[in-house]
């Protein structure tokens, strides 16, 4: 079983960063594809960032290109999402994602609003 608790959302101001953590127990983590999720209201829940278990691979929505960052640090059970130059459209509950060969975990979410 694994759990992921996500930490970090908050309100911000357009322009301005977050960084939103999510931290995993169980010791399938270093071998789980990690993931952040949005779900802005009204909307379907999107994929924002994912990494591989080492960290030696990722890829963003297009939307986040250029302005988000995800990384993991195995040895803690962590997994991170930095998020710069952030915009109202960025306003959503945010969701980390464990995948394995033989399981899915949702953490229960974190809000970020972008609002002057």
């Known amino acids: 079983q694994v759990q992921l608790v996500e930490s970090g959302g908050g309100l911000v101001q357009p322009g301005g960063s977050l960084r939103l953590s999510c931290a995993a127990s169980?010791?399938?983590?270093?071998?789980?594809?990690m993931g952040w999720y949005r779900q802005a209201p009204g909307k379907e829940r999107e994929l924002v960032a994912q990494i591989t278990s080492s960290g030696d691979s990722t890829n963003y929505a297009e939307s986040v290109k250029g302005r988000f960052t995800i990384s993991r640090d195995n040895a803690k059970n962590m997994v991170y999402l930095q998020m710069n130059s952030l915009k109202p459209e960025d306003t959503a509950v945010y969701y980390c994602?464990?995948?394995?060969?033989?399981?899915?975990?949702w953490g229960k979410g974190t809000l970020v609003t972008v609002s002057s």
């Open positions: 994602k464990s995948l394995t060969s033989s399981a899915i975990y």
């Open positions: 169980g010791s399938i983590f270093s071998i789980a594809l």
